[in-house]
């Protein structure tokens, strides 16, 4: 059963940054793509960022030219890093994996608090 465990959360102030990571518990070349997921208090799981196993990245307009998702493949994680934090950052975030073997396969982890609050 594949596990991802999600880390790094926090609090902190508006402007300020903070480094999610995504470990997995097999070699992340198995999945395509890897995301970063958030869900605010009373709103739908959005997607965050994206990347693919050839680092191809997506982002939300709303985090573009903030945040950065990255791979490491020696590590297996998946990390985002988030600058220039604004409240409505603010949720839950949520490590997701894909694999297509003979069906799609979406695996996530229990989520890590992110707050952005002065």
């Known amino acids: 059963q594949v596990q991802l465990v999600e880390s790094g959360g926090g609090l902190v102030q508006p402007g300020g940054r903070l480094r999610l990571s995504c470990a997995a518990s097999e070699n992340i070349g198995g999945f395509n793509p890897m995301a970063w997921y958030r869900q605010a208090p009373g709103k739908q799981r959005e997607v965050v960022a994206s990347?693919?196993?050839?680092?191809?990245?997506n982002y939300a307009m709303s985090v573009a030219g903030r945040f950065t998702i990255s791979r490491d493949t020696a590590k297996n994680t998946v990390n985002l890093q988030m600058n220039n934090l604004k409240p409505e950052d603010t949720a839950v975030y949520y490590c997701n994996a894909r694999k297509i073997e003979g069906g799609t396969y979406d695996y996530w982890g229990q989520g890590t608090q992110v707050t952005v609050s002065s």
């Open positions: 990347i693919t196993n050839d680092d191809w990245a």
